[in-house]
């Protein structure tokens, strides 16, 4: 989620490198880096929407988000020719962050973008990235939680601890019989329970 910023690119070296897919959430937050949204879609990641702004102020209506994540949606077909249909709510589903600008609009976004076709991920495993953690603790924190089945890891591509951990994880993760996908609208949502 985040990108694409200063430290996509490298990422996106480090997953060809393992020929591990993942699945970029993307936002507008550095204009400069638009760039970096069409390498990640001809690398064969999946391309999905996050926010434009990155305001928590998108929140104060339904016309409000949805001119965010049309905006953004916008640039995505332009770099990647087509628009995605997959999107993350900035601080999830459950966040409680948007209550203070409209209460229970988590509720109608959650309609309201299920009615317009899109499907919208939570996740399983939260690596602590946008908390502030050292590589250190984003490592254990993943390679802790991967356990049995399919999990959605939440990771910050704009987070430098996060790029300079990553091939340790796809180590660990690889050598313990882990593979790594995109997401489609038929994976699994991970959906919270929502919470405003
Ligand atoms: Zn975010």
Do not use: C
């Amino acid at each position: 989620d985040d990108g694409p910023g200063v430290y996509t690119e490298r990422i996106l070296n480090i997953l060809a490198e393992y020929g591990v897919k993942a699945t970029f959430f993307v936002t507008n937050q550095f204009p400069n880096y638009q760039y970096l949204i069409k390498r990640e879609y001809d690398d064969g990641h999946t391309v999905a929407i996050h926010t434009y702004t990155h305001e928590y102020s998108i929140y104060r209506s339904i016309d409000t988000y949805m001119n965010d994540l049309n905006s953004m949606n916008e640039i995505i077909k332009n770099q990647t020719g087509s628009y995605a249909n997959l999107l993350r709510f900035p601080g999830g589903s459950s966040n409680t962050v948007s209550r203070n600008y409209a209460i229970g609009i988590m509720s109608a976004l959650v309609s309201k973008v299920t009615e317009e076709g899109y499907t919208y991920f939570d996740w399983d495993i939260t690596s602590g990235d946008a908390s502030g953690y050292s590589s250190s603790q984003i490592y254990s924190t993943v390679v802790n939680s991967l356990g049995n089945g399919n999990k959605i890891i939440l990771m910050h591509d704009i987070k430098y601890n996060t790029m300079s951990i990553l091939s340790d994880i796809l180590d660990y993760a690889l050598s313990h019989g882990y593979t790594f996908e995109g997401l489609t609208s038929e994976s699994r949502t991970a959906h919270f329970r929502v919470n405003n």
